[in-house]
């Protein structure tokens, strides 16, 4: 039998273990960065979760840290300082009344510095502008432990 003849006849059979061959490499290079982001994410949450527990927070759910803020820290780095971020921010220091009702409240020191060890664990290069932007607020020790 001649090569020419096999190839022909075989050729579907050349042809398709290629395009799966080719099909799984990209499948591979796929799975190994959604991994090497999974792993990161995960050192990233633990990070977190270990500052919180130093500074006196209940321990978190790893993953759920790791699914909310993934590599980059997703909307909690995404311009942290900026007006309508802030703005916000503030109007969930509140006492939680709606409408005319709804009033500031001074906020235990201990939440705002849970929010920088995010700012610090995710985008540290924000840091500075954030922590000065909680160092403008009026805070007290409000929470009894």
Avoid at 66 to 71: E, H, I, N, P, S
Avoid at 93 to 105: H, K
Avoid at 112 to 125: D, H, M, N, Q, S
Wanted: glycine residues 8%; contains cysteine.
């Amino acid at each position: 039998m001649s090569p020419t003849r096999m190839w022909s006849e075989h050729r579907w059979i050349y042809i398709g273990s290629i395009v799966v061959l080719v099909g799984m490499m990209i499948a591979g290079l796929f799975t190994y960065t959604q991994q090497k982001d999974t792993n990161e994410a995960h050192r990233k949450a633990t990070q977190l979760n270990d500052a919180l527990v130093a500074d006196g927070f209940a321990s978190r759910n790893i993953g759920n840290i790791a699914d909310t803020l993934g590599t980059d820290g997703g909307v909690v780095c995404t311009d942290p300082n900026s007006a309508l971020k802030r703005a916000l921010w503030l109007v969930q220091l509140s006492n939680g009344a709606g409408g005319p009702g709804q009033r500031p409240v001074i906020v235990d020191k201990r939440v705002l510095e849970a929010g920088a060890e995010v700012v610090k664990v995710y985008c540290p290069e924000k840091l500075a502008d954030y922590q000065q932007k909680i160092n403008d607020l009026k805070t007290s020790d409000t929470v009894n432990d």
